[in-house]
């Protein structure tokens, strides 16, 4: 399984947009926010691996 990491680039609402940040993309990702921990904020670190989201030190 492939490991992915991204920043939080906004939040609206019930959606954050995710830009990754492991390689050059200038593409956004929209996620549902229940999908991603409840403490992110605008510009938190996370890692997909799994299927699922986590926060970066």
Same mark, same amino acid.
């Given at each position: 399984?492939?490991?992915?990491?991204?920043?939080?680039?906004?939040?609206?609402?019930?959606? =954050?947009? +995710?830009?990754?940040?492991?390689? %050059?993309?200038?593409? *956004? !990702?929209?996620?549902?926010? =229940?999908? +991603?921990?409840?403490?992110?904020? %605008?510009?938190?670190? *996370? !890692?997909?691996?799994?299927?699922?989201?986590?926060?970066?030190?």
């Amino acid at each position: 399984m492939e490991t992915m990491y991204y920043e939080v680039v906004s939040i609206d609402g019930d959606y =954050a947009n +995710l830009k990754r940040t492991d390689i %050059e993309s200038d593409d *956004l !990702k929209l996620v549902a926010r =229940a999908l +991603l921990p409840p403490e992110i904020q %605008e510009g938190s670190k *996370l !890692k997909y691996e799994f299927m699922s989201y986590t926060m970066e030190p």
